[in-house]
T-cell receptor, first 110, second 114 residues
Framework: DVKVTQSSRYLVKRTGEKVFLECVQDMDHENMFWYRQDPGLGLRLIYFSYDVKMKEKGDIPEGYSVSREKKERFSLILESASTNQTSMYLC?????????FGPGTRLTVL | GDSVTQMEGPVTLSEEAFLTINCTYTATGYPSLFWYVQYPGEGLQLLLKATKADDKGSNKGFEATYRKETTSFHLEKGSVQVSDSAVYFCALSDQNTNAGKSTFGDGTTLTVKP
């Protein structure tokens, strides 16, 4: 079974803090993705990566950056967290045509 | 570009009722089609998929058939249970276009009452 893990299920941070969300997959997948999910807005793609050290902006990259130093790990970074970044963050990895998701991190920024 | 349109929710059914959640798509290539399910507080789980026209995906009593002529992939289940209460997402993925990204519908919330 494909396993995608995320470092935290719940996270509470303060405005202006630097926040790291970690995602690890165990299946040697090349493609990895970060989404945020908000009520009424569905899934929105923040960034994706198709190889180590490679990254592409998604639909809403502003306020975020990513890091992929190793194939199995894809990190999402909020450089200076703001209250409008309170959301559910979902990581996924992809093999052939199928994406597999982690359990999600619910981030609250106070 | 690619798009997925799902039936708007929420959908409320009684236990053992028949379920249909409609999904239609627009794609320039020949996509694979998916249904994902999200239980409260969880990430998305792959429910079923179909990779070419007339394929039927099935899992846990759910079925969906890839209909190219109507560009549809409707999700069905003959008898729903309370445990099926969740949000269901229709999605497509075209490896030949869009850098392999998936396109998701907005999700349909299903509540099944005992």
């Amino acid at each position: 079974d494909v396993k995608v893990t995320q470092s935290s299920r719940y996270l509470v941070k303060r405005t202006g803090e630097k926040v790291f969300l970690e995602c690890v997959q165990d299946m040697d997948h090349e493609n990895m993705f970060w989404y945020r999910q908000d009520p009424g807005l569905g899934l929105r793609l923040i960034y994706f990566s198709y190889d180590v050290k490679m990254k592409e902006k998604g639909d809403i990259p502003e306020g975020y950056s990513v890091s992929r130093e190793k194939k199995e790990r894809f990190s999402l970074i909020l450089e200076s967290a703001s209250t409008n970044q309170t959301s559910m963050y979902l990581c996924a990895s992809r093999i052939t045509d199928t994406q597999y998701f982690g359990p999600g991190t619910r981030l609250t920024v106070l | 570009g690619d798009s997925v349109t799902q039936m708007e929710g929420p959908v409320t059914l009684s236990e053992e009722a028949f379920l249909t959640i409609n999904c239609t798509y627009t794609a320039t290539g020949y996509p694979s089609l998916f249904w994902y399910v999200q239980y409260p507080g969880e990430g998305l789980q792959l429910l079923l998929k179909a990779t070419k026209a007339d394929d039927k995906g099935s899992n846990k009593g759910f079925e969906a058939t890839y209909r190219k002529e109507t560009t549809s992939f409707h999700l069905e289940k003959g008898s729903v249970q309370v445990s099926d209460s969740a949000v269901y997402f229709c999605a497509l993925s075209d490896q030949n276009t869009n850098a392999g990204k998936s396109t998701f519908g907005d999700g349909t919330t299903l509540t099944v009452k005992p």
